[in-house]
């Protein structure tokens, strides 16, 4: 049965599939000018409603236009016929339809020989389907017809034919997709340039595009042809080294991929095999994944060269293409599943099915370092310190070693390094290109060099053995024999300059060959020194130079301090990599990330400086306060968690490495940074800053808030927030047109995309959060306002620069006020302002308003998601999972949610909020995040969030943190924190415990509130702002605290009147005061300016 079933699925479904990847590409040919004239386009202009009129509801009638390969169509209004072009392979593009005033630039020439080539293809892919089809067949066509297609000429012709038509045709359509792109990019600028006076219509890429990838995709197929085995070989090769093992299967005696592989003893054999566009590249270019050309020869017709590499050059050639597009209307081709909100193209069923196909295995060369004569070493791996070190560590015993067949003893087995290298070709890596494992070579020579050397722990008996010395050159001449020589490899891996199959040990990621090897060399190295051999000693030199000679070979090593000390300065570029003005760190072009590269490059500099601390080496004046300000900023960024009595770093400035688990010893695990070292620092320097750090941080805290640093403070250069109280940690992560969100970098973070939404994370055990990103639900990241499920989470679309400025904060230094202007940058689909107020009692004070969205999809307010660690109690009453309407409060492990009534009011009293709780056992996958290799996960997690019923009413509540459940209860009916106004101009609170006035005047007009009195007889305060501003006004001391989040406002005006009434305690006699702010400007655009009022 299962033989008769494979043999079905590759008679029949490989060329049903050609045929329908043929009618799929007439179909994109042939619209809008012949079929489906409404339904399939290359470019659409279409009504917008989103894209110059923020606020409109109403529909735009017309114009529309569609163009496509042979010509175009078009309508003025929305109920008028279409009108299309005649067809032609040089068309005209009638764009009449459009206003005058539409930019059309390069929407009235597209390339105009594409549609020629592209009719090339489409005969070349109709021969080839033609004769595959019989080929397939050939078996029902009699002796005669079947011999001769079965001849491996006319195979090998065919294959030939349907190259030439897929790469043609394809090459034909990405210049068509970039010059469109082009077009699409500079017609909605153009728009954009116009104003409000503009059309109100919007270009974009169409799914015609997207039928064309699908048809190239359902070429890659398996196809049953028994001739193919006329070519197949079975080889099994033995290496005269003895231990280098290689073997190669070619002729496959599978069921089907589909239903996984399966062997088969039926009298008639299935085969899986290559349809013919596969062959050829297998034929002329054979993949092979060999560790030399000699083993590459011997295996030039592996079973590497299967049918899984046609995807993997699909993917190769369009998946970039394919990636951009995440929106393709109306027509949805054939077996692709579509979103039923959207009705959307599911990109993410070919991701996927292109990640599933195109793992390969790597071969089982084997590799083993072998002694001699030894009999008394022993290594093996064991479990890294709990000390966090970055070192693998290894047991160093005195049972005897494991022996191999040829009687000599082995330093450890291959199967525990991965030595994979460099690529298979341009279209397969097969290295890891981030944490590369074959680094645990050099890792282990680290080790086993500290031993040799001494200082080793519990390793004395090894220092300067000579057998332990004698296993070290075998190690280090083992990788030495095979570095690569072609220099162009440091950064140029699978280029031209560097082809992949060049030999050597070397990885298509540059950080592996110029910083990750060379510095483990020299740690090596050096450890060795005088032991080292005159080759060794070269080859120690060459792969050091890679990390500073490859810049200039001209600079002598004393240089070396000068060009640390012009980096230890502070960066003052937006988006700058570096040290920035407000103690954050950024990399990657405005992402913060003191998590790794900063903590990174913390350890370097406390690696320079304590050496030369004291010597004409030591780093001056504008270095110390550089690198003051980071280690300041890193303290407020950091938690401790109370279970493992670990530090770590808040998941907002990890970026992409929030995708490991502890136990992969990454930025996830700890600090990772040696914080005796800020002591020996701060002396030798004599810095109170990172004097008290290292005090701050040394502390046994019985909560996360690890040292008690108490209060707010703005990262105003990367749009973060953090506030620390009694028992607990928040911090709050936005982005803007000044900062990224994050990244999906290596494989690594590919759901980020909402990591940056305002996200608000509250330590209070410091346990939360860790180890549970595996299981997370991406879509309902804690603090975040999102359109569940309306953005497509994967790598490609991970990272945005923000497209709104209004983003930042105000500090007091005790209280905050974060603001933030959202757009999808996405999908452009949803939008929102969203306040978070942050209250010198602890209390957390968040507005949500001017929401918006385009979309059927749901939109949520999340309030957190985390590890389920108690009840959970709705309005007082113990619950699970489930949906709750009219909702006063919340409370769950320690965080208590209160949502008010409205303006005006500081009572729970109304009619409340819409919720949903949902708790339980949820199970994820490590690898499905990045390249952590560690066993799924099942955490127990909380999750809830706020249902945005009523797009058009603003939300508020009140979360109090590090509270039980009795005090908040108690807390809940006394908070004194009044709502003054939410909507799209201003979001205003008043808290009258402390008599501070937060607001935020979201128009660039600023605006004007009126304040509640704090005493019964005084009179009403009216505050008015000249500008947008985020304001902090404290009627105490009578001082304003004012911020621009734009950083675009040099000067602006407060105006402070009273109505009639008794005058506030404080105030002086002018009835009417107008305060000139000077905001902060150049490097510290975006702090706050503290101003005393002289009232």
Not at 1050 to 1078: C, E, K, M, Y
Request: one cysteine or more.
């Amino acid at each position: 049965m299962i033989a008769g079933l494979s043999k079905a699925v590759t008679l029949y479904l490989a060329p049903l599939l050609s045929l329908t990847a043929v009618l799929l590409s007439f179909f994109a040919f042939f619209a809008p000018a012949l079929l489906l004239q409404d339904r399939v386009a290359l470019l659409s202009i279409t009504p917008s409603t989103t894209l110059t009129n923020n606020t409109s509801n109403l529909d735009v009638d017309g114009p529309t236009v569609h163009i496509g390969a042979l010509g175009s169509c078009s309508r003025s209004q929305n109920q008028k016929p279409l009108n299309c072009t005649v067809a032609s392979l040089s068309p005209i593009y009638d764009l009449s339809a459009l206003p005058s005033n539409v930019p059309t630039s390069l929407l009235t020439a597209p390339a105009a020989t594409s549609p020629g080539f592209i009719a090339v293809s489409l005969g070349f892919s109709c021969l080839f389907v033609a004769i595959f089809t019989l080929i397939s067949f050939r078996s029902k066509l009699g002796p005669r017809m079947g011999a001769m297609f079965d001849k491996p000429f006319i195979n090998r012709a065919v294959a030939w034919v349907g190259l030439l038509g897929f790469m043609i045709g394809l090459t034909a359509f990405l210049v068509l997709r970039m010059w469109f792109g082009k077009a699409v990019d500079d017609f909605n600028s153009g728009i954009v340039a116009l104003g409000g006076q503009a059309p109100q219509i919007v270009a974009s890429i169409e799914n015609g595009f997207t039928m064309v990838w699908v048809a190239y995709a359902f070429l890659a197929v398996p196809a049953e042809d028994r001739s193919f085995n006329h070519y197949t070989e079975n080889v099994s090769t033995t290496s005269k080294e003895g231990p280098r093992r290689l073997r190669f299967e070619h002729k496959m005696t599978l069921s089907t991929g589909l239903a996984g592989s399966q062997t088969t003893t039926d009298s008639v054999q299935s085969t899986i095999d290559f349809q013919a566009v596969i062959r050829i590249i297998c034929w002329l270019a054979p993949l092979n994944t060999s560790l030399s050309d000699q083993r590459a020869r011997a295996s030039s017709q592996s079973s590497r060269c299967s049918s899984f590499h046609a995807l993997v050059i699909v993917k190769a050639l369009v998946s970039a293409a394919l990636e951009e597009l995440s929106y393709f209307p109306t027509f949805i081709p054939v077996g692709i599943s579509t979103s039923p909100d959207t009705q959307s193209f599911n990109i993410d069923v070919l991701s996927d099915v292109w990640s599933m196909l195109i793992h390969t295995t790597p071969s089982d060369t084997s590799v083993e370092i072998l002694s001699g004569s030894s009999s008394s070493l022993s290594v093996s791996p064991a479990a890294v310190s709990a000390s966090g070190s970055s070192t693998i560590v290894f047991t160093l015993g005195e049972s005897a070693p494991a022996v191999n067949a040829s009687g000599k003893w082995k330093l450890w087995p291959a199967s525990e390094i991965d030595y994979t290298s460099g690529c298979k070709s341009v279209f397969s890596l097969l290295a890891q290109q981030a944490n590369w494992p074959a680094q645990g070579h050099w890792q282990r020579i680290v080790t086993l060099s500290s031993a040799f050397h001494g200082g080793l722990k519990n390793a004395a008996q090894w220092v300067n053995s000579s057998d332990l010395r004698a296993s070290i050159t075998l190690a280090m001449d083992f990788w030495f024999s095979n570095d690569f020589t072609n220099i162009a490899c440091l950064n140029s891996g699978g280029l031209a300059a560097c082809p992949c199959g060049t030999p050597g040990f070397w990885n298509r990621n540059w950080f592996s060959n110029i910083i990750g090897i060379p510095q483990l060399v020299i740690q090596s190295c050096l450890l060795l020194n005088s032991t080292l051999t005159s080759s060794q000693l070269g080859n120690c030199t060459n792969i050091s130079g890679r990390a500073y000679a490859t810049f200039d070979r001209s600079i002598h090593g004393v240089d070396a301090y000068g060009r640390v000390h012009n980096e230890v300065v502070i960066q003052q570029a937006v988006k700058g990599d570096g040290i920035r003005p407000d103690g954050s760190f950024g990399q990657h072009a405005g992402i913060i990330y003191n998590g790794n590269y900063g903590k990174d490059y913390a350890n370097d500099v406390f690696a320079f400086e304590i050496e030369a601390a004291g010597t004409q080496f030591g780093a001056g004046t504008n270095s110390q306060i550089a690198f003051s300000t980071l280690i300041d900023g890193n303290q407020w960024m950091i938690y401790r968690n109370i279970e493992t009595g670990v530090l770590h770093w808040d998941f907002s400035v990890l970026g992409r490495f929030i995708s490991f688990p502890v136990a992969d010893n990454q930025a996830t695990a700890s600090i990772k940074i040696n914080i005796t070292e800020l002591q020996v620092l701060g002396e030798e320097w004599g810095s109170d800053t990172l004097t008290d750090a290292f005090n701050n941080l040394s502390k046994n805290s019985s909560n996360a808030n690890v040292g008690s640093l108490n209060g707010n403070r703005v990262f105003y250069d990367n749009d973060y927030i953090v506030q620390r109280g009694l028992g607990y940690v928040s911090t709050l992560r936005m982005y803007s047109t000044r900062t990224r969100n994050t990244e999906c970098t290596n494989s690594q973070n590919p759901f980020g995309f909402h990591l940056s939404d305002g996200t608000l994370y509250t330590y209070m055990t410091g346990s939360e959060y860790e180890d549970i990103a595996a299981a997370w639900d991406f879509n309902l990241i804690p603090g975040t306002t999102v359109d569940y499920n309306a953005s497509p989470l994967r790598c490609a679309q991970t990272g945005f620069t923000g497209l709104e400025a209004f983003v930042g904060g105000v500090s007091t230094g005790n209280a905050g006020v974060g603001a933030m202007r959202y757009t999808n940058p996405l999908t452009r689909a949803l939008r929102w302002q969203k306040t978070w107020f942050f209250l010198e009692s602890g209390a957390q004070h968040v507005m949500v308003g001017n929401l918006s969205s385009t979309t059927s999809a749901l939109v949520f307010s999340v309030l957190d998601q985390r590890k389920h660690t108690s009840n959970i109690y709705v309005d007082g009453l113990t619950v699970s999972s489930g949906n709750f309407t009219n909702v006063c409060t919340l409370w769950h492990g320690s965080v208590g949610y209160m949502f008010p009534a409205g303006i005006g009011s500081s009572s729970i009293s109304g009619t409340g909020v819409s919720l949903t709780v949902d708790v339980g056992l949820r199970t994820g996958n490590w690898s499905a995040l990045g390249i952590s290799k560690q066993p799924p996960p099942t955490v127990d997690l909380f999750a809830a969030w706020i249902v945005h019923t009523d797009l058009n009413n603003p939300v508020s509540y009140t979360a109090f943190p590090a509270m039980n459940y009795t005090d908040f209860m108690t807390q809940v009916n006394a908070t004194g924190i009044v709502e003054i106004q939410n909507n799209g101009n201003i979001s205003a609170i008043l808290d009258s415990a402390s008599a501070t006035v937060m607001a935020v005047f979201w128009s660039a007009d600023g605006g004007s509130i009126i304040i509640p009195t704090l005493s019964e007889g005084d009179a009403l305060i009216n505050i008015a702002a000249s500008k947008g501003l985020l304001v902090i006004l404290e009627e105490n001391t009578w001082t304003l605290t004012v911020s621009d989040p734009t950083q675009s406002v040099a000067n602006a005006n407060i105006v402070l009147q009273l109505s009639s009434g008794q005058a506030p305690a404080g105030w002086g006699q002018d009835r009417t005061v107008t305060v000139p702010i000077s905001l902060p400007t150049s490097r510290s655009a975006g702090g706050s300016a503290s101003i005393p009022i002289n009232c």
